[in-house]
């Protein structure tokens, strides 16, 4: 018996025609003449590897998700080709494979289709949600608006829109279109507003410019006052103040200008105040002597040989002049001091010899003296008659009556 006529699936006449096996019978094949019958199986087997090698790619196709009308036309193709096969093997199982790849179709076009619904709506929401977020920056107020920011944000949410609509489900055409509207709607608002926004502040910046121009002019017109000009510049910085911006370049350049001419008018101020100085140091050791002759007043009890005192140094000290303008506030705060004592003496005097506080004080003496005597005699009434109790009590009364007394007096 020969190798062909032991194989399950084939085998070879001996004029070299190849059969194969099936359910229905044996059928011709091919031919593989001048070739051992082994020869000519292994050709027609290999035949049979190929077709099997498809239909498993088939199957791991289907388990990737392949779309199902794709697996529909290649199971029809590949059962076609299965039935009317030139090779040598289990066609039969090849087919039956085949079958139930057929038959989850309808499962798979069921399963796709609902895959491909949810994937329509998720599309549907990001796209909605990139035309919310440009709806919401078209909403914003334009004065309140960081526009660097708010442009580089439209750009991002376009450039989301492109790759969405390029790399995700195809929308129906009414969705994508009323999308699309919107999103433009949104755009054209923004650069509107936009537009409008640089508009104005370019109007603003020209009035800005042109009234802190004017402030220069008059601030550089100054410079023959020199040190006099310093207060009209100081009102004219006010006013700088108050122009509002220019736009950081142009603010910049301009108050360069502004300073540069205030700088000519401080630097004579300090020329000027320089020279006085140096004039009035004379002035100050002078001030400085007599602060040191006014400060032992600050110890003073007698009020009138104190007042007397502080006048001569008052007169001395006005005849006196000008001191460096640096010192002025330290030599005067001294003397403003002195001064102080001085007059808390007199107000001290003024509400002891007050008639109408006299008056009441004395007044108020008698009573307590009237009071003590009347005390002093209880007390020894009390003691008399050794009654602790009420000894107790009227030394009390009379301690406290003493004690006023003595602080009216």
């Given at each position: 018996m020969s190798t062909s006529d032991q194989h399950p699936w084939g085998r070879v006449d001996d004029a070299g025609v190849v059969y194969v096996r099936t359910a229905?019978?044996?059928?011709?094949?091919?031919?593989?003449?001048?070739?051992?019958?082994?020869?000519?199986?292994?050709?027609?087997?290999?035949?049979?590897?190929?077709?099997?090698?498809?239909?498993?790619?088939?199957?791991?196709?289907?388990?990737?998700?392949?779309?199902a009308s794709d697996v529909a036309k290649a199971v029809a193709s590949l059962r076609e080709s299965v039935a009317n096969a030139n090779a040598v093997g289990d066609l039969a199982s090849l087919d039956e494979r085949l079958a139930k790849l057929g038959g989850t179709v309808e499962e798979l076009t069921e399963q796709q289709s609902a895959e491909a619904k949810a994937a329509l709506a998720d599309a549907i929401a990001e796209r909605t949600a990139i035309v919310e977020q440009a709806e919401a920056l078209a909403a914003e107020d334009p004065a309140k608006t960081q526009w660097k920011q708010t442009s580089a944000r439209l750009d991002e949410l376009f450039n989301a829109w492109q790759t969405?609509?390029?790399?995700?489900?195809?929308?129906?055409?009414?969705?994508?279109?009323?999308?699309?509207?919107?999103?433009?709607?949104?755009?054209?608002?923004?650069?509107?507003?936009?537009?409008?926004?640089?508009a104005e502040l370019d109007s603003q910046h020209r009035d800005v410019r042109s009234r802190k121009t004017e402030l220069i002019e008059q601030a550089e017109a100054l410079a023959p006052l020199g040190a006099d000009g310093v207060s009209q510049y100081r009102s004219l910085l006010d006013d700088w103040k108050r122009a509002g911006r220019a736009g950081k370049r142009t603010d910049d350049a301009l108050w360069a200008r502004f300073k540069a001419a205030g700088d000519v008018l401080y630097a004579a101020k300090a020329e000027t105040d320089a020279i006085e100085n140096e004039e009035y140091q004379h002035n100050l050791e002078q001030k400085l002597a007599l602060l040191d002759e006014a400060e032992p007043l600050l110890k003073a009890t007698d009020r009138t040989s104190a007042r007397a005192t502080l006048l001569s140094i008052q007169t001395r000290w006005d005849a006196v002049g000008r001191v460096p303008r640096d010192q002025v506030k330290s030599v005067e705060e001294r003397l403003r001091k002195v001064e102080s004592a001085?007059?808390?003496?007199?107000?001290?005097?003024?509400?002891?010899?007050?008639?109408?506080?006299?008056?009441?004080?004395?007044?108020?003496?008698?009573?307590?003296?009237?009071?003590?005597?009347?005390?002093?005699?209880?007390?020894?009434?009390?003691?008399?008659?050794?009654?602790a109790k009420a000894i107790a009590q009227a030394q009390e009364a009379l301690d406290a009556r003493k004690a006023w007394l003595s602080a009216i007096r």
């Open positions: 229905d019978g044996e059928r011709v094949v091919g031919e593989y003449p001048d070739a051992s019958a082994d020869e000519a199986l292994a050709y027609f087997e290999r035949k049979y590897a190929d077709l099997a090698g498809q239909v498993g790619l088939l199957e791991q196709r289907v388990r990737r998700g392949t779309p969405h609509q390029h790399e995700g489900p195809r929308l129906p055409k009414n969705d994508a279109n009323e999308l699309w509207k919107r999103f433009r709607a949104a755009r054209t608002t923004i650069e509107r507003n936009r537009k409008a926004f640089f001085v007059r808390r003496l007199d107000d001290e005097h003024w509400e002891r010899s007050n008639p109408e506080k006299k008056a009441r004080s004395e007044g108020l003496a008698a009573q307590l003296t009237d009071a003590i005597a009347k005390l002093e005699e209880e007390l020894e009434a009390a003691k008399a008659t050794g009654n």
